[in-house]
Nanobody
Framework: QLQLVESGGGLVQPGGSLRLSCVVSGGTLHYYELAWFRQAPGKEREGISCLIASDGRTYYADSVKGRFTISRDNAENTVYLQMDRLKPEDTAVYYC??????????????????????WGRGTLVTVSS
């Protein structure tokens, strides 16, 4: 099983930017689907973006599309989430996750959020003035 460690969270003003990092160990990034989730206070965890590491395909939830960008550095085994134009409603604990690529699901759903089987512990992002 992979080990994932997130970093980069913090306090930022509305309209600002943050970049989250997720260092993956115990396996090669190339073979996995990587995803970012978030859980706001009092709400369920939601998947917001995923990336197919082998070919770079990316997918986004409507709530973050156009503002967030997921990327990876295969050589560094690191996944990033660049978050721009942040809003107070983006306040949440952000989690990195990894799972096997299931092409049939990717073709239909984009992200196989329910297939994630390795998780980080999360990093807190607070958007407030």
């Amino acid at each position: 099983q992979l080990q994932l460690v997130e970093s980069g969270g913090g306090l930022v003003q509305p309209g600002g930017s943050l970049r989250l990092s997720c260092v993956v160990s115990g396996g090669t990034l190339h073979y996995y689907e990587l995803a970012w989730f978030r859980q706001a206070p009092g709400k369920e965890r939601e998947g917001i973006s995923c990336l197919i590491a082998s070919d770079g395909r990316t997918y986004y939830a409507d709530s973050v599309k156009g503002r967030f960008t997921i990327s990876r550095d295969n050589a560094e085994n690191t996944v990033y989430l660049q978050m721009d134009r942040l809003k107070p409603e983006d306040t949440a604990v952000y989690y990195c996750a990894a799972g096997p690529v299931v092409e049939a699901i990717v073709q239909v759903e984009g992200c196989n959020y329910f297939g994630m089987d390795s998780w980080g512990r999360g990093t807190l992002v607070t958007v407030s003035s």
